[in-house]
């Protein structure tokens, strides 16, 4: 299925983003339901064994543009919309901090995974910070993407040395305009980055997951 630029931009709205307050009247009548949509943690394997480690996962830092519960949509790289009619669970960081959460808890690798720290300190902490978290239409207007990218470091909280840093990056084809199909686009790009984001991180510890 092609997706022509006025037709993709109809369905997504021309709800521009504006700076500092206007970005909340932008974002429309506060009266109006949405339908909201809330991503989950994939499916990994077990953890062959487990450390008697903590783990806190960190709040990501993002931009304004990212830090809002509405799906965001980018025409061109200059320009930001919101997807009308639908929002995320969450704010966007929030909700992708409680998915980690429950993808490196899963997998039985660690005595404790949550977002504070157990006492004064932990052993370890994960800090990200999100950078791309949006669906992109193509120059031609042809066809779209979902785009998740994120930098993670793994941090020792006794000596706060940072002990590895990474970018993890997964795109994945928007089927189709349907908010449903896009939605879906952007589980298939998180499922792909928390995989990668999961077993680098319990490497980094000392735990490494079987392949799947």
Do not use: H
């Not at 977002?115 to 300190?121: M, S, V």
């Amino acid at each position: 299925m092609t997706f022509p630029r006025r037709n993709f931009l109809a369905g997504v709205g021309a709800v521009s983003l504006l700076s500092g307050c206007g970005a909340l009247s932008a974002i429309g009548d506060a009266t109006t339901p949405l339908d909201a949509y809330e991503l989950r943690a994939p499916d990994l394997p077990q953890a062959g064994r487990s450390l008697a480690r903590s783990l806190s996962i960190e709040t990501p830092t993002t931009s304004g543009a990212l830090n809002v519960d509405r799906i965001l949509i980018r025409p061109n790289a200059l320009q930001s919309l919101y997807l009308p009619g639908a929002r995320w669970s969450d704010d966007a960081p929030l909700m992708y901090q409680t998915v980690m959460l429950r993808a490196f808890e899963d997998t039985g690798a660690l005595a404790y995974v949550g977002r504070r720290p157990l006492g004064t300190t932990g052993d370890f902490a994960l800090i990200s910070e999100i950078t791309d978290f949006q669906a992109e239409l193509s120059e031609d207007g042809n066809s779209a993407v979902a785009r998740i990218r994120l930098v993670a470091r793994i941090v020792r909280e006794a000596d706060a040395r940072v002990l590895s840093r990474r970018s993890f990056q997964a795109i994945a084809p928007v089927a189709s305009t349907d908010t449903l199909e896009i939605v879906q686009a952007f589980k298939q790009a998180s499922d792909e980055v928390l995989n990668d984001l999961v077993r680098w991180g319990l490497q980094v510890m000392g735990v490494r997951l079987p392949v799947a």
